[in-house]
């Protein structure tokens, strides 16, 4: 394995980091929506001083990512502030469908739900390539996580991820997390979220 370097990400990374969030988070939501909308996402991720995103590369290749953001409200906010009439159009197929639709907005709106005590930090997104798993990347990456929410001055910081995605709820165990709750982004599916204190 040759050295793997981790580094904030540029607009040049978004369709690789599109591309990865497509292939590896397919239970996701956001994925089903296609990578024209997926690279708007992250490049307003990249580009808004509330969010952000490292990459772990391995010669020069993007292998893996995580995003954060110091509030995911205001992060929506600024994607449709930014994005609203090119994510219209490319959304537009796919409000044919009510579920579809639905779903989009309980996407965007499930930050107005006020959950007990909360941090309005999150971690948005991680991922690595299947060809790397195994290694330590994701902890790596992850530790990056934390200490970019610490140089932000963030001292709490929450995810949400479905219920069902064992791996994954063990994996956030693992780094430290604690099961604070249990909510509904979306109609009859279960969500975790788990909290750590910085």
């Not at 994954?168 to 788990?194: P, Q, W």
Request: aromatic share 10%; with cysteine.
């Amino acid at each position: 394995m040759n050295i793997i370097n981790l580094r904030k990400a540029t607009l040049q990374d978004c369709e690789k980091i599109a591309d990865l969030h497509k292939d590896y988070i397919q239970s996701g939501f956001l994925s089903t929506l296609g990578v024209p909308l997926l690279r708007l996402l992250y490049h307003t991720i990249i580009n808004s001083n509330n969010t952000f995103c490292i990459v772990a590369e391995e010669d020069k290749e993007v292998i893996g990512f995580v995003s954060g953001t110091g509030d995911i409200k205001s992060t929506y906010k600024h994607f449709l502030r930014r994005n609203f009439l090119k994510a219209s159009i490319v959304l537009f197929p796919k409000f044919i469908s009510i579920k579809t639709a639905r779903r989009i907005f309980e996407t965007l709106f499930y930050p107005v739900k006020k959950e007990q005590n909360l941090p309005a930090p999150e971690l948005l997104s991680i991922v690595v390539d299947k060809n790397y798993q195994g290694q330590g990347i994701s902890q790596k990456i992850f530790k990056e996580l934390i200490e970019e929410f610490r140089r932000r001055g963030i001292t709490q910081f929450k995810v949400v991820v479905g219920s069902q995605l064992i791996p994954a709820c063990r994996f956030y165990e693992k780094m430290g997390g604690k099961l604070h709750s249990e909510i509904e982004v979306h109609k009859d599916e279960k969500s975790r979220v788990y909290v750590w204190e910085l």
